[in-house]
């Protein structure tokens, strides 16, 4: 090998930046990238247990995990995780426009602080969790037994498996159960908020932290009028 081109890729090795041999465009910020192409990077995980971080100087990053228990750590444009042993973690930051993960071994996370966010668990028993800086937080949930704690304007849980819990406090402007298994919990103080179609399987709980002010101070009015005209 030449001198110049030896010492050309020396940087490249200490620092741990993969070059794709087709295109000679260097992934930065992505690690560990198998394939990079113009600041898209995407990690190829078959025996699971793989961790990717992928700073903000790329563009789209792709983690595909067969193994399952797999973590993302993403500050992309577009950050996408395929999950099909189950047992993954997502973390988008603020700045991401969109994240997704599609877990299909059920019992995943998903911490999204994106524009976008959107999770699709067939597996079932996942978590969501979405900060009042997403403008969609959207999950789908096959399996049942999933978790969304959404502060974002928008929130949607599609619960066709049962057994879910969906909390949106104050200041969302639109919160949206669908439960076709029924069985589920819906706590909500946005805006508007929507228990569709009614819990078709049947067995839902609905509450608010208004509804249960109010029962306080019915209660506090009961007493007071039975202390003054005793």
């Known amino acids: 090998m ?22 000679n465009v260097s992934c930065i910020g992505c690690w560990p990238p198998s394939e990079c192409n113009a600041g898209n990077c995407t ?24 193994g399952g228990h797999c973590l993302s750590k993403c500050e992309a444009e577009r950050c996408e995780l395929e999950c099909s042993g189950g047992g993954c973690n997502m973390t988008c930051s603020q ?7 599609v877990c299909t071994g059920g019992e995943c996370n998903s911490k999204c602080d994106a524009e976008k966010c959107t999770l699709g668990c067939s597996g079932g028993g996942c978590d969501m969790t979405c ?11 096959i399996g049942g ?6 502060d974002s304007e928008k929130c949607t849980l599609g619960c066709t498996g049962g057994e879910c819990t969906m909390t949106c406090p104050t200041g969302v402007k639109q919160c949206h159960l669908i439960c076709t298994g029924g069985g589920c919990h819906f706590k909500c103080d946005a805006e508007n908020c929507k228990l569709d179609p009614d819990c078709f399987g049947g067995a839902c709980t609905r509450s608010s932290s208004s ?13 007071f009028v039975l202390v003054v005209f005793a």
Not at 2 to 23: E, H, R
Not at 43 to 66: E, L, R
């Open 43 to 66: 990690h190829y995980c078959t025996g699971g247990g793989c961790n990717m971080t992928c700073s903000q100087s790329v563009k789209y990053c792709d983690q595909i995990c067969t």
């Open 95 to 101: 700045g991401v426009k969109y994240c997704d993960q």
């Open 2 to 23: 030449a001198l110049p081109l030896l010492f050309t890729l020396l940087p490249l090795t200490l620092t741990g930046i993969t070059v794709s041999s087709a295109s």
């Open 131 to 141: 900060p009042q800086s997403v403008n969609d937080c959207d999950q789908t949930c």
């Open 145 to 150: 037994g999933c978790n969304s704690t959404c």
């Open 211 to 223: 509804a249960s002010k109010m029962g306080v101070s019915a209660i506090f009015i009961f007493v």
